[in-house]
C-alpha cells in the first residue's frame, strides 16, 4: 500500500521554557532548583480521562478521596534523565487540590526504590490546585528512566476531593492508603487497591537540552486498544506490544466502550470531540493510528445492555464521516493518521445483521479509498482461515469480539510495518 508522510507540526510542542528541575526529597526538606532551558519532551505515557462512573470493574471515582494517598504504576514507553507528569482534572467540577506528589521508580507492587522517590513540584511549589474542568503539567524532576521501565507517580489529596476524573480499565493495580504516605519506599501501608488510574493522564521524558525527534505513535479506540482481554498486569495490550517490535515511543489512547459519534456516560466523550486532547496534543507524536467504531455499529445489535443506551443505528456512512473529521484534524496539526479496519465480530454480542453489513462497507472504504495515509488490516489478520467474519480461535479472549495476548501481537505486528 502507498503511504504519505507528512512533516510534523510537533516542534511548538516539545519545547518548554522556565520549568523548574526538582532533584529533592519529597516534603520538608530543601529543594535544588534551576532553570531547564530547551528540554525536549516526549510522551512515554498516555491514559485518557473520563467522566466517573461506575466502569467495568469497582472503583473509585464516584467516591474520590479524603486524607488519602494514591500511588499508580505505569510503563513508560522511551526513557530519559527527567520527568513530569501531567494531571486532569477534567469531569471535576470544583478545583482539585493536590496537597504533594512524589515520582520514583517501581520496586514491586506498591513498593518503589527509596533513592529514587523525588518530590514534584508545580510552577516552584509542592502543592498545586487543578482548575475545574482543566489540566495540569508539574515541572521536571532529575529521575533517569529506562525505556519499557515502570515508574510509580503518588498523589497526597488531603483534601476531600470529590468525585475523580479518572480512566476506567487500566489492567494493572492502583493502591491506595489512609494519610499521608507519598515518601514511603514500602508499600505495606497501601492495602487498597483498584484497576483503574486517577487524575494521572500522562507521564513526559525528557534528556535535559538534547536533540529529540518526533516519532511518537498515538493509538486512539476504544476498548480493544485498551486492551481488554489482555492479561492483566502483564503489559500485553497492543500498544505495549508495539512498543516492544518498533522501539518508538507509544501511546494508549483507547477508552473500552468508546463511541466515534456519540458521547456516553460511562464511556467517554465521543472519540471526534476527545481526539485533540488524548491524541493531538501530545508532546513527540508523528503518527496517530485509529480502531474505532464498533460500537457504534455494534451497539444498536446488543439488547438490553443499559450502559449501551441510547444506541442509534449508525450508518457505514456516518461512520465514516467521523473517519474523516479525525483525518481532518490529524492533518491540519501535520501529523500522519493511519486507519484500521475493523476486527471480525461474529457470534459476540455485536454481531448481527446491520453490523455485519456495515463493517463490511467500513473496512472495504478503509482498504480502497486512500483518505487515510495507511492502514492496518487487523480483520484479515486475526481472521478465521474458516470463517472469516468470525476472529480465529487462537486469538480470541472468549467474548468472540477481543483479542486475546495472542491476538494483540498479531495486532502490533500487522501495525509495525507501517512504521
Not at 499521608?180 to 483498584?194: S, Y
Not at 513526559?204 to 498486569?233: E, M, N
Not at 500485553?236 to 522501539?247: G, Q
Amino acid at each position: 500500500m502507498k503511504l504519505f508522510r507528512r512533516q510534523s507540526s510537533a516542534a511548538a510542542l516539545t519545547v518548554a521554557l522556565g520549568l523548574v528541575l526538582s532533584a529533592a526529597t519529597p516534603h520538608g526538606a530543601a529543594t535544588a532548583t534551576r532553570t531547564a532551558q530547551g528540554v525536549g519532551w516526549t510522551a512515554a505515557w498516555a491514559a485518557s480521562p473520563q467522566l466517573p462512573s461506575t466502569g467495568f470493574t469497582p472503583n473509585w471515582s464516584q467516591e474520590g478521596f479524603s486524607h488519602q494517598t494514591v500511588r499508580q504504576v505505569v510503563r513508560v514507553t522511551e526513557g530519559g534523565d527527567l520527568a513530569r507528569i501531567r494531571l486532569s482534572n477534567t469531569y471535576g467540577t470544583s478545583p482539585l487540590t493536590i496537597t504533594g506528589a512524589t515520582v520514583a521508580r517501581t520496586e514491586k507492587g506498591a513498593a518503589v526504590r527509596k533513592e529514587t522517590v523525588r518530590g514534584l513540584t508545580f510552577a516552584g511549589r509542592r502543592t498545586a490546585v487543578v482548575p475545574a474542568h482543566g489540566e495540569l503539567r508539574s515541572d521536571a524532576a532529575r529521575l533517569r528512566l529506562r525505556r519499557l521501565g515502570s515508574v510509580t507517580v503518588t498523589l497526597y489529596l488531603a483534601g476531600t476531593t470529590g468525585p475523580a476524573t479518572y480512566h476506567a480499565q487500566g489492567f494493572t493495580d492502583t493502591y491506595r492508603a489512609a494519610g499521608d504516605h507519598r515518601a514511603d519506599g514500602p508499600g505495606a501501608a497501601f492495602t487498597d487497591r483498584t484497576r483503574s488510574w486517577y487524575y494521572l493522564s500522562g507521564v513526559d521524558v525528557g534528556g535535559g537540552g538534547k536533540a529529540v525527534r518526533d516519532r511518537g505513535v498515538v493509538l486512539f479506540g476504544d476498548s480493544i486498544t485498551d486492551g481488554y482481554g489482555s492479561t492483566p498486569g502483564a503489559d500485553r495490550r497492543y500498544p505495549d506490544d508495539l512498543a516492544e517490535l518498533t522501539r518508538r515511543p507509544v501511546l494508549n489512547a483507547g477508552i473500552g466502550g468508546n463511541l466515534l459519534l456519540n458521547d456516553s456516560a460511562w464511556y467517554g466523550e465521543r472519540a471526534t470531540a476527545r481526539f485533540g486532547r488524548d491524541a493531538l496534543g501530545r508532546p513527540g507524536v508523528s503518527t496517530v493510528a485509529v480502531l474505532q467504531g464498533v460500537n457504534d455499529i455494534g451497539f444498536s445489535e446488543t439488547g438490553d445492555q443499559p450502559t449501551y443506551k441510547p444506541a442509534p443505528v449508525v450508518s457505514a456512512g456516518e461512520v465514516i464521516a467521523g473517519y474523516r473529521q479525525l483525518i481532518h484534524q490529524a492533518h491540519a496539526r501535520g501529523l500522519r493518521i493511519i486507519g484500521s479496519t475493523l476486527l471480525p465480530l461474529k457470534g459476540s454480542d455485536h454481531w448481527g445483521a446491520h453490523a455485519a453489513k456495515a463493517s463490511d462497507a467500513i473496512n472495504h472504504w478503509i482498504r480502497t479509498s486512500g483518505e487515510f495515509d495507511g492502514y492496518a488490516d487487523f480483520d484479515r489478520a486475526l481472521a478465521d482461515p474458516a470463517d472469516a467474519d468470525r476472529i480465529g480461535s487462537g486469538y480470541d479472549s472468549g467474548d468472540h469480539l477481543h483479542p486475546n495476548d495472542a491476538g494483540y501481537r498479531v495486532m502490533a505486528a500487522t501495525l509495525a510495518e507501517l512504521m
